[in-house]
């Protein structure tokens, strides 16, 4: 059954430049990684990812996997990983299933499959949007976006949120993981500000491609900003 991961590397300050050159040379090792079906390098912003300006140490690895055993295998044991690991101050993975998704990445399905096991109502949820954003429609997009992105971070019941991008400017993504679908839900539904950039988005036709996918949390292991951000809920989440 396949496996979603996205894993959050902050790099050691004076690993900056080599952590650039790997989203031009990485691609081409992970191309060629049994059992992964679909990757996306990306790199982030100030603000928790959300700022204008890129934050040059941090990246994330958003993966498919044809199962577990794939995904477990290049954590254990690929190079890659390991020098990844080596040159950071520390990385943060969650394991996803996918609930919805909706929509194409680079011409692309990439969660739809259906999860191993039902979804459990108490079990923390995700949520990634990405958009390929129309070049003219740039400077709108970070007009309402950035400072709407970044108070994300702030919302009630959101436990980490992190923008990421493939490209500057143009195609980017929001991560967020929340302790309950409620949670999220009245986010999405009552924050006024959100609704606000969403009917933007479709009114003025900012994207030439777009995905949203809602995903529940199966696991969590490592840190982002000093702190495990599923820690505590239910216990533990677990470990990969």
Known sequence: MPLTTLTVFTFRPGHRRWALAQMGTAPAQLQRVAGLRFFKLMGSGANHGFGFWPNLRRYGLMAV?????????????????AAYQQRSTESWTVHLAPLKAHGLWDGQAPFDYAPALPATAAAPVAVLT???????????????????????????GVRAAIGLGELPL???ATFSVWESARAMQDYAYKDAKHREVIALTRR???????????FQVLSSTGTMDGVEPLAGLFGAVGSI
Do not use: G, M
């Open 204 to 214: 003025e036709k900012w994207y030439s491609e777009e995905l949203f996918a809602r």
């Open 130 to 156: 990405r958009a390929s954003i129309r070049w003219r429609k740039t400077p709108r997009f970070w007009q309402f976006v950035e400072p709407t992105s970044a108070a994300l971070a702030q919302a009630v």
């Open 170 to 172: 143009a195609r980017q």
């Open 65 to 81: 996997w044809d199962d577990a055993a794939a995904a477990e295998a290049f954590f254990a044991q690929h190079p890659l990983w």
